[in-house]
Every structure is written in C-alpha cells, then in structure tokens.
C-alpha cells in the first residue's frame, strides 16, 4: 500500500472530520448565546462563493495545471450548461447528474 | 406562549420523514465518491474512514483531488477548513432555534449539520424550532445513507469502467458549481466568485498553487463585501434578505423565551 495514505489522506481526513466538527459545534453553541457582529456574518457569507470560485477556477481552466484551449477543454464546455441547470433547478443531486452527462458529451465531442 | 408539548418517538418519525430527500440524495452522491476515490487508488477502508470521520461531502471530493494531485498535508488542511469555514454561518444563524436546548444535546447535533440538513432546519425552525429527536433522527439518518453510500461505491469502485470512472470526476465541479449557485444570487457574491476564482488560476500560473485556494477565498470574500457595502443596487438585494433573516430570527427567540 502507498504509504502516503497512512502519513497523508488519514491524518488530514482525521483533521478536518476534527476541525470541521469544532467549527460546527463551536458555532452552533455560541450562535445560541451571543449575537455576533454583522460584518463579520457578512463577510464570512462571502467566504463560500469566493472558496468555491476559487476551486472551479483553476479545475476548468487549467485542467491538467496548465491552460487549455476552450475549445479542448471538455470541462469548461461541460461547466456551461452545467452553471445553468444548476442555477435554474437549486437541486444539488439532479445538476450533479446533469454535470456527469454533459462532461460525457463534451469528451465525447472534442 | 402556549407551551410545546413534544412526544419523542412522534419527533423521530418526524425527523426520518423530513430526511427522505436527504437521504436521497446523498446516496448516490456518496456512492459517486466511494467509487472516484477508490479509481484514484486510495483504499476502501481508508475512503470508507474519510467518511465517518468528516461528514462533508464537497470537502471530501476536494480531499481525494487535492491528495491525488500530491498537494502538501498542511495546505489541504488549510484548504479544507476553509472551504467548511461556512458553516460558522449555519450555526451562528440557526443557534438561537436551539436556544433552550441542553448544552451537551448542542454538541451532538452539531456533528450532523451539513448543507443540507441546515437548509432544511433553517427553513422550517421559524415555525417551530427543532426538538433534539426530531434533529438527531434528521442528521444521523442522512449521516447512515453517507456512510452506507461510500462503504458501497468503495466496494465495487474497482469494477466501474475507466470511462465512467473519468466521467464521474466531472461531479466534483458540478457540485461546487451547484453549491455555487444555489447560494450566491447577488452580483457581489459572483464577483466574489470570479476573483477567487482569477486569484486561484493566477497562483497557479505563478507555481504556487497551495496557496491558491486560501488566497483567493479571502482575496474574493474581500472584495464581495467592499462591492456590497458600496454599490446601491446590491446592497438594496442584500437588505431584503437582511430584512428576511430578522424576522425570522426575532420569530426564534420569541419562541425561546
């Protein structure tokens, strides 16, 4: 077995199941007692489409790490009408499904 | 207030009734991880582990991309807490439904609140905050169908064609892209997206692309806000959903007091 799995994916599976645990709980316990400031809720509602920006950037351009042509690109044609399902239905399984099917095609036509 | 009357085992059927969709969903969804996971060479028990221990679905795809891309333990740590960073949003905006529960029912409770689960507390807590039956029968029947969908994609994973398996990592963007746009409606939230999301390809450009993700989570939440404070016409979006958030807030603790 490749001995990363034991000194990489489990110590840090273990430490986000941890620390992800610690941010749910903490904040929940204190989201009971206290109001928090409202600039720090707002920028902290900012922070998930800027992670989640910052995650697709890179995976639909730079798919292999380096820049890919659009029209090379099944990801990208693929991410297309994938962003619409997904803002039209809000439903997380079916725009998944949509996703695989598209990207399918996509390869399939490049 | 009239005083609520909760009968335990009515809560639970209740809670496993609301979790159906949930359930659902998360099914194949885990399914779909257990079967990348296990393509992209990790071991069963180890993708089986992952999903015991975190319960977090997006963090877990990035887990297994981040891994297989030989990123630095310390970054996805960094990378990966910050993606689930969001959910101090979730318990600081539903906490004061659970206002008059036992601490140590708090604590339980937490470990189960997931996007899903909190849309789903969070949108029906107006009208009567959740018992501890009612929610732990809600997030630990939606944590079994997680557990149970990986332990199954884990085990057939190797006999899923090389063509799906290479299809399937497509669900990795579309769920971001899902949870994306779910949310984010304002144009000062797509601005956020969209530096974050220039950030992250310029460091990944420039070699350094660990700090990609961090930079740009913090780089695009900046700017989001600075467009929201500043442009009249979203910051007028945003006050109808402020509006909207405390009325149902000032509902909740009405209701626990």
């Known amino acids: ?110 | 207030m009239k005083k609520r009357v909760s009968v335990a085992p009515f809560d639970l059927l209740r809670g496993l009734k609301d979790a159906v969709p949930i359930i659902l969903a998360y099914f194949p969804l885990s399914i779909t991880y257990g079967v990348l996971a296990t393509a992209r060479g990790i071991p069963a028990w180890a993708c089986d582990l992952s999903s015991v221990v975190m319960f977090a679905g997006a963090a877990q795809f990035m887990l297994v991309s981040l891994y297989t891309a030989g990123t630095n333990p310390l970054s996805m740590v960094a990378t990966l807490l910050l993606v689930n960073l969001r959910h101090v949003l979730y318990g600081t905006s539903i906490g004061p439904a659970f206002a008059r529960w036992e601490e140590k029912h708090k604590w339980v409770a937490a470990f189960g609140l997931t996007d899903e689960v909190y849309a789903l507390t969070g949108s029906q807590a107006l009208e009567a905050p959740p018992t501890p039956a009612y929610q732990f029968a809600l997030a630990f029947s939606s944590y079994l169908s997680w557990v149970a969908g990986t332990v199954l994609g884990a085990s057939v994973g190797g006999a899923v064609p090389a063509a799906v398996a290479s299809a399937l990592g497509f669900a990795l963007p579309a769920l971001f892209l899902s949870l994306l746009f779910n949310q984010a409606r304002h144009r000062s939230q797509i601005v956020a997206a969209a530096t974050g999301a220039a950030v992250a390809v310029l460091a990944q450009v420039a070699g350094l692309p660990s700090f990609g993700v961090v930079t740009g989570a913090v780089a695009g939440a900046t700017v989001g806000l600075a467009l929201a404070t500043t442009d009249v016409r979203d910051h007028q979006s945003w006050a109808r959903d402020d509006r909207t958030r405390l009325r149902r807030e000032r509902a909740w603790q009405r209701g626990s007091e």
């Open chain 1, 1 to 110: 077995m490749d001995p990363h799995i034991l000194h990489q994916f489990i110590p840090v599976a273990v430490a986000v199941g941890v620390g992800t645990y610690l941010i749910r709980s903490l904040s929940l316990v204190w989201g009971s007692r206290l109001a928090w400031p409202a600039w720090l809720r707002q920028w902290l509602a900012f922070v998930t489409p800027a992670v989640l920006g910052a995650l697709l950037g890179p995976a639909l351009l730079l798919p292999d790490g380096h820049l890919v042509l659009p029209w090379h690109n099944p990801a990208l044609l693929a991410a297309i009408p994938t962003a619409a399902v997904a803002w039209y239905s809000r439903n997380l399984l079916f725009t998944v499904l949509a996703g695989v099917v598209f990207y399918a095609a996509a390869g399939y036509l490049i």
